[in-house]
């Protein structure tokens, strides 16, 4: 990471952070260069860039840009679009393509403490850990083994624990909804594993709907539990900022941290870019393991009532009042 200063006009000036092959950076320095070019006409384009580690974004106009400092100093090879193509006469089909905008996507999320009560809480932990024998590698479809590290139970979704989490879940899905800034949508259904990681454990970053099979997951779920004090240091899950451009989506070197808590639930949208963080647990031992749930709710296609997890599936539990329109 390189910090960075960026003047504006009226003496405004932004201190940010940004990695040295960021496409952000990028894009301010062709936006200097194109200034100066006899070649190239300057395109005004309304940029976004993430502050404090993604809590704030600030925007302007490209055109208000003066100058941009960096430390240490970066060295960029630029590659100036070609001078623009006269217009075609108005009789003709315009053929040019339309100037593509970059935003920056500050994923939102919502933290829930005492998600579970006490007793539902050391119950959950009892279950992982009488089922230490349950757990396998986990595996991701379309990356090599080293992508993950850590145990899953691939089965869970059928045990009564995780239909405890998943009603929980949809009782309180108006707020969670609201919290994201989501409408509430019809549940098709809601995809549940339980992990375990341990020493040396982590999963690089993803998103959680990047597959066909994973297109319909709308909401990611992560559920911490694990042995009070806590027996392993790191585990933290960052939230990336993405970058959106022509239809395209990438994540940016901007983060958001959050270090896992027994007994909270971490919701964002599935479509977020995130990374577990290696797990240091000196102990070695299975029963100090970070232990977490992770649901996936996924959108229906369409309204069905009658399914138990569909329009109606606040069916399965009883709605605070608090949470009712």
């Not at 840009?65 to 217009?87: F, G, N």
């Not at 083994?145 to 899953?152: A, D, E």
């Not at 900022?241 to 983060?255: T, V, Y």
């Amino acid at each position: 990471m390189i910090a960075v200063q960026l003047q504006l006009e009226g003496g405004q000036r932004i201190d940010l952070r940004l990695r040295e092959d960021a496409p952000e950076l990028i894009t301010l320095f062709q936006i200097l260069a194109s200034r100066g070019s006899n070649e190239v006409e300057p395109v005004e384009k309304f940029l976004q860039l993430p502050l404090e580690n993604g809590k704030s974004a600030c925007s302007f106009n490209s055109r208000q840009l003066v100058s941009v400092i960096t430390e240490p100093p970066v060295i960029v090879q630029l590659e100036m679009p070609k001078a623009a193509e006269p217009a075609p006469a108005a009789s003709e089909p315009a053929n040019s393509a339309a100037v593509q905008t970059a935003v920056v996507h500050t994923p939102r999320f919502l933290l829930i403490d005492d998600f579970l009560s006490v007793d539902e809480h050391q119950d959950m932990l009892v279950y992982a850990l009488s089922h230490e024998a349950d757990f396998e590698s986990g595996t991701v479809e379309g990356h090599a083994s080293p992508h993950r590290q850590n145990k899953v139970i691939m089965g869970f979704a059928e045990t009564a624990h995780s239909r405890l989490l998943q009603n929980r879940l949809l009782t309180w899905l108006p707020h969670i909804t609201r919290g994201l800034n989501v409408d509430l949508f019809p549940v098709r259904h809601v995809e549940s594993q339980m992990t375990a990681s341990n020493d040396g454990h982590y999963y690089r970053m993803h998103n959680d709907a990047g597959s066909e099979e994973a297109g319909f997951r709308s909401l990611t779920c992560v559920y911490y539990f694990f042995r009070q004090p806590r027996p392993f240091s790191g585990g933290a899950l960052r939230l990336y900022d993405a970058l959106e451009q022509g239809g395209q989506r990438k994540a940016l070197g901007s983060f958001r941290e959050f270090e896992p808590v027994s007994n909270r639930l971490l919701v964002f949208r599935s479509t977020s870019y995130h990374e577990l963080m290696r797990i240091r647990c000196p102990s070695r031992q299975f029963s100090d393991s970070r232990f977490a749930v992770t649901n996936w709710i996924h959108k229906s296609a369409e309204q069905n009532p009658d399914a138990r997890f569909g329009w109606g599936q606040l069916r399965c539990g009883v709605v605070p009042p608090q949470f009712v329109s």
